[in-house]
């Protein structure tokens, strides 16, 4: 069983910088891309960012040159630093990843987190 939990979520002012995280664990063999989606209130989810295991990257446009996806490979953890953040940025962010299980029949699947809520307002 493989499970995904995000962590780092909170209320700030426009202009503040948050970090989520998202770590997978359970019965893991290998983790492909890893990926930030959110959904504001009304809306469809959208992607945020993805990184590959080799840490290529790739961004929405609207979070290009604010938001960095990193990741440890190590830890089978993802992170999401959010700079300069907008009333726009109000989201609820979940995380996802394709895992592959190191028990039979070892396939890769694609996971969710429960997701963390960003709140950005004055």
């Known amino acids: 069983q493989v499970q995904l939990v995000e962590s780092g979520g909170g209320l700030l002012q426009p202009g503040g910088s948050l970090r989520l995280s998202c770590a997978a664990s359970g019965s893991i063999a290998s983790t492909g891309v890893m990926a930030w989606y959110r959904q504001a209130p009304g809306k469809q989810r959208e992607l945020v960012a993805t990184?590959?295991?080799?840490?290529?990257?790739n961004y929405a446009d609207s979070v290009k040159g604010r938001f960095t996806i990193t990741r440890d490979n190590a830890k089978n953890t993802v992170y999401l630093q959010m700079n300069s953040l907008k009333p726009e940025d109000t989201a609820v962010y979940y995380c996802n990843a394709n895992i592959r299980s190191s028990q039979f029949p070892m396939t890769y699947k694609n996971y969710w987190g429960q997701g963390t809520q960003v709140t950005v307002s004055s």
């Open positions: 990184i590959t295991s080799a840490a290529g990257t």
